[in-house]
T-cell receptor, first 112, second 115 residues
Framework: KQEVTQIPAALSVPEGENLVLNCSFT??????LQWFRQDPGKGLTSLLL?????REQTSGRLNASLDKSSGRSTLYIAASQPGDSATYLC???????????FGPGTSLSVIP | GAGVSQTPSNKVTEKGKYVELRCDPI?????LYWYRQSLGQGPEFLIY????????DSGLPNDRFFAVRPEGSVSTLKIQRTERGDSAVYLC?????????????FGPGTRLTVL
């Protein structure tokens, strides 16, 4: 059974810092891995999707890496801004037709 | 519309009542998912539709929960004899491809409170 964990559960940093969020999964036979952002009381917004054959994906100040063999992914946020404050979740499907399993999320607070 | 929409945004009901939650996916998206999210947790998978059929309903907690997508577009999640433990935010997502192969686009959710 696939289990997804995220560390830390919460993180508070001053504006401008670079930071790393971690995601771990128990079954390395994944099809892809997706990072989402969730603002309070809102739905989820997809940030990055990494296919299983890829090592990383970049979008603006965000960079996500994937190491299938170790069951880990990291989301790197450069030069953090107060607007980055949100909960970040990672999610994996096992196959192209499998349900998606979410981690519990990391709550990020960027202090001005 | 431009995105996934869900109605109502909030629903308060009494224990034992029946509720329906609606999801309008992005036009043309064949895959539709329902999730349930409790406070402080990630979304928990409930059911996944590919077209009109439920491709995977293994996440439905019990037979009080049922979902339909009769025309392959709008979906309704139905909960019978609601219990206080059903209180959560119910999220809907749609995708242009099957399973988790493509980006899922989420709606804002319906916050269900069972008194």
């Amino acid at each position: 059974k696939q289990e997804v964990t995220q560390i830390p559960a919460a993180l508070s940093v001053p504006e401008g810092e670079n930071l790393v969020l971690n995601c771990s999964f128990t079954d390395s036979a994944i099809y892809n891995l997706q990072w989402f952002r969730q603002d309070p009381g809102k739905g989820l917004t997809s940030l990055l999707l990494i296919q299983s054959s890829q090592r990383e994906q970049t979008s603006g100040r965000l960079n996500a890496s994937l190491d299938k063999s170790s069951g880990r992914s990291t989301l790197y946020i450069a030069a953090s801004q107060p607007g980055d404050s949100a909960t970040y979740l990672c999610a994996v499907p096992k196959t192209s037709y499998d349900k998606v399993i979410f981690g519990p999320g990391t709550s990020l607070s960027v202090i001005p | 519309g431009a995105g996934v929409s869900q109605t109502p945004s909030n629903k308060v009901t009494e224990k034992g009542k029946y509720v329906e939650l609606r999801c309008d996916p992005i036009s043309g998206h064949t895959a539709l998912y329902w999730y349930r999210q409790s406070l402080g947790q990630g979304p928990e998978f409930l059911i996944y539709f590919q077209g009109t059929g439920a491709a995977d309903d293994s996440g439905l907690p019990n037979d009080r929960f049922f979902a339909v997508r009769p025309e392959g577009s709008v979906s309704t999640l139905k909960i019978q004899r609601t219990e206080r433990g059903d209180s959560a935010v119910y999220l809907c997502a749609s995708s242009s491809l099957a399973g988790g192969t493509d980006t899922q686009y989420f709606g804002p959710g319906t916050r269900l409170t069972v008194l």
